[in-house]
């Protein structure tokens, strides 16, 4: 929005406005301590008369334990414990794209990756495919194959996809994208310049805001034509809602997450409070340069009820939260599982595990999907190549992204003995490490 209230090109439209709080309250846990120590009375409320330097100190004391970072980390990874692999029918040229498909050195398998991580944290994410511009009036395609031109994919995370149109038709008119580049300041320094693409059928458009003395008025700054009669975006789900709109399937973990940030954070407290005793006195003999506490020195009472002695706590509330630390830390090592064995209505963890399918599992069924719009994405460039779409070939990960049956019902059975303190922690992680659910180095 400009200051005086009306929408720009840069305004995100009412889908995406509500699902940035979620999307704002995962990127700050993946970004860990500082991330979550900047947000600051976002997600650790300032209690009631606590003053702002005591509130600060409590603050820098707290730590984050990043369970859903690692939930992300473990559930990333397992696809491609196998390497991306492209069908023996794909052309060389798509072979020569896939070594590097964004000009940027990402390959096939690094480019899925990030797509598939991207797409279990905000629960859809984008490939663009772009085309090289430049070229002179007239340019035929065999000129800017010979200038070395090809097409190339972009990642589009959903937080910069800000806006879209659809058409009549049902398609896509229109999408908005923002960018951040950076551009040379000067013979040393460079500076980072935000900017909005707009895409249509056919047209592109950058533009780029000018502050000027009483608002900001964002400009066209480049446009131009392109010979795609659709705009070249593919959305891969991972818990799809409605059209580009999703639920990130790993939200339940945030939200637990928070809790364990803000419960560690009265944890430290606490102990910072039980390890600093409060000295109290009663009827001592106060002298004109009060009471002098330290070794050699005497403290003299007046009377016979005089007294001198540290108040101290308890700690039956510092046990208490250490054991909520350790249960929300342990449902947050498995709560990805859900991700793993099969999810249908009506039915209980355990009775959802019993009848788990490797191939039936949510993860899996997003890998499916980063296949599938990889695949697209690789048929839209054979296009601009003048190739046949089928000799894109097709894009394989490691199918193997569940668990079965009996694996799931195991682990729903090890979290309940942890939780009711059956087993201790370190035999749960153990044992939940030996099916493969963590990885061996977390």
Same mark, same amino acid.
Do not use: N
């Given at each position: 929005m400009t200051e005086t209230?009306?929408?720009? +090109?840069?305004? %995100?439209n009412a889908v995406w406005s509500a699902r940035a709080p979620d999307w704002e309250l995962i990127q700050d846990l993946l970004g860990g301590t500082r991330a979550m120590r900047a947000a600051s009375e976002k997600w650790l409320p300032r209690e009631p008369r606590e003053s702002l330097e005591a509130y600060r100190?409590?603050?820098? =004391?707290?730590?984050?334990?990043n369970g859903l970072g690692r939930a992300i980390q473990t559930l990333s990874g397992k696809p491609f414990v196998k390497p991306a692999v492209l069908s023996d029918d794909a052309d060389p040229r798509i072979r020569a794209l896939a070594r590097d498909l964004d000009l940027g050195g990402r390959d096939l398998g690094g480019f899925a990756r990030d797509v598939l991580r991207a797409a279990l944290t905000d629960g859809l994410t984008h490939i663009l495919v772009d085309f090289p511009t430049g070229g002179e009036i007239g340019e035929t395609l065999a000129d800017e194959i010979e200038r070395g031109a090809r097409?190339? @994919? +972009?990642? +589009? %995370?959903?937080? $910069? @996809?800000i806006g879209w149109r659809i058409g009549d038709d049902g398609e896509l008119a229109r999408v908005r994208v923002r960018e951040t580049v950076m551009e040379r300041d000067g013979p040393w320094g460079e500076r980072a310049v935000e900017q909005i693409r707009v895409l249509e059928p056919g047209r592109w458009q950058v533009w780029r805001k000018t $502050?000027?003395?009483? /608002?900001t008025v964002w400009r066209l700054h480049a /446009?131009? $034509?392109?010979s795609l009669e659709a705009i070249p975006l593919i959305t891969v789900y991972a818990e799809r809602t409605g059209f580009l709109t999703a639920r990130p399937p790993l939200l339940d973990l945030a939200w637990l997450n928070l809790a364990h940030w803000q419960s560690s954070s009265d944890?430290?407290?606490i102990l910072h409070v039980a390890r600093v005793p409060i000295l109290f006195g009663r009827n001592l003999k106060v002298g004109e340069d009060g009471i002098e506490i330290g070794p050699n020195r005497l403290i003299l009472g007046d009377g016979d009820s005089a007294s001198l002695s540290y108040v101290e706590h308890s700690g039956a509330a510092i046990e208490a939260g250490r054991q909520d630390l350790a249960d929300l830390e342990d449902r947050m090592a498995v709560m990805g599982l859900?991700? @793993? +064995?099969? =999810?249908s209505g009506g039915v209980t963890a355990t009775e959802r595990a019993i009848d788990a399918a490797r191939t039936d599992s949510a993860l899996a069924a997003l890998v499916r999907a980063v296949e599938d719009g990889l695949s697209r994405a690789l048929c839209l460039c054979a296009e601009w190549l003048d190739l046949d779409p089928a000799s894109a070939g097709r894009v394989t990960l490691d199918p193997d992204s569940g668990l079965d049956a009996a694996e799931a019902q195991e682990i729903d059975l090890l979290l309940k003995a942890r939780l009711a303190g059956e087993i201790d922690r370190e035999t749960f992680l153990a044992e939940i490490r030996r099916r493969g659910v963590l990885a061996p180095t977390l």
């Open positions: 209230g009306h929408a720009d +090109v840069a305004t %995100p100190i409590r603050l820098t =004391r707290t730590v984050l334990f097409p190339y @994919l +972009v990642h +589009v %995370p959903a937080r $910069e @996809l $502050e000027g003395i009483k /608002d /446009d131009g $034509e392109s944890q430290r407290h859900d991700l @793993l +064995v099969h =999810r």
